[in-house]
């Protein structure tokens, strides 16, 4: 098992709680989708399990690991050697050319290997199809090959999960048909278990299996 959630619980006032007990389980390499209506709580679950954020109550076990054990550095250093983020937002940094955003997550790991990193880099740059554009800065590029950029320097670093919210949600629809199957692919072949947050039944529907997130809790939709 990667992750484990148990009875997680998360309010912002005493009036409203967002997460209420909320348990769930996600393996090696599967593939989840949660949907759910807008404010229900879908990005404060993924930035739960992104260790963005604490629970108030409940425990979080990743790879055997118990997450409210560590501080916010320890946080930090996990965060960045086991998970990586695509949001509907590109968020890469304008100052900066498509090859060093891909390799920023890597200039805070002193452990990695340079030469190793950039034939990675490079690796999945030719991948997802960018490597004509690696000079050009996010003013240069479409949103597509924008949400690309964000999707290869997720998993520079070989993330054990990919969380992604909304990833498609400023893209139009064959840009954003053409990102989904990426992830796919890319969830298959780095064997990366991948979480996806959307409204999108679509993209849902291409998840190995689909939770909706009403009043606090994961409720399991059959496909």
């Given at each position: 098992m990667l992750l484990k959630l148990e009875n997680i619980s998360k309010s912002y006032s005493k009036e409203r709680m967002i997460l209420d007990q909320l348990s769930m389980e996600?393996?090696?390499?599967?593939?989840v989708a949660i949907v759910g209506p807008s404010g229900s709580g879908k990005t404060t679950l993924l930035n739960l399990i992104g260790t963005l954020d604490r629970p108030d109550v409940g425990k979080m076990v990743f790879d055997g690991q118990d997450?409210?054990?560590?501080?916010?550095?320890?946080?930090?250093?996990?965060?960045?050697?086991?998970?990586?983020?695509?949001?509907?937002?590109?968020?890469?940094?304008?100052?900066?050319?498509?090859?060093?955003?891909?390799?920023?997550?890597?200039?805070?790991d002193p452990a990695l290997q340079r030469k190793e990193t950039e034939e990675r880099a490079k690796r999945l740059i030719e991948r997802v199809g960018l490597s004509?554009?690696?000079?050009?800065?996010?003013?240069?590029?479409?949103?597509?090959?924008?949400?690309?950029?964000?999707?290869?320097?997720?998993l520079i670093n070989r993330p054990a999960l990919l969380l992604a919210d909304e990833p498609t949600g400023a893209l139009d629809q064959k840009s954003s048909g053409n990102l989904t199957d990426l992830?796919?692919?890319?969830?298959?072949?780095?064997?990366?278990?991948?979480?996806?947050?959307?409204?999108?039944?679509?993209?849902?529907?291409?998840?190995?299996?689909?939770?909706?997130?009403?009043?606090?809790?994961?409720?399991?939709?059959?496909?």
């Open positions: 996600i393996s090696a390499g599967e593939r997450l409210s054990a560590m501080n916010d550095n320890q946080l930090a250093q996990f965060r960045n050697r086991k998970i990586g983020f695509v949001f509907q937002m590109h968020h890469l940094l304008p100052q900066l050319s498509l090859w060093e955003n891909v390799l920023l997550p890597t200039l805070t004509g554009v690696v000079s050009q800065k996010p003013s240069e590029l479409s949103g597509g090959e924008c949400q690309r950029t964000a999707v290869v320097r997720a992830l796919i692919e890319l969830n298959k072949e780095e064997g990366v278990a991948l979480v996806v947050v959307t409204h999108s039944m679509e993209v849902a529907r291409k998840m190995d299996r689909i939770y909706r997130l009403e009043n606090g809790k994961l409720i399991f939709e059959p496909q």
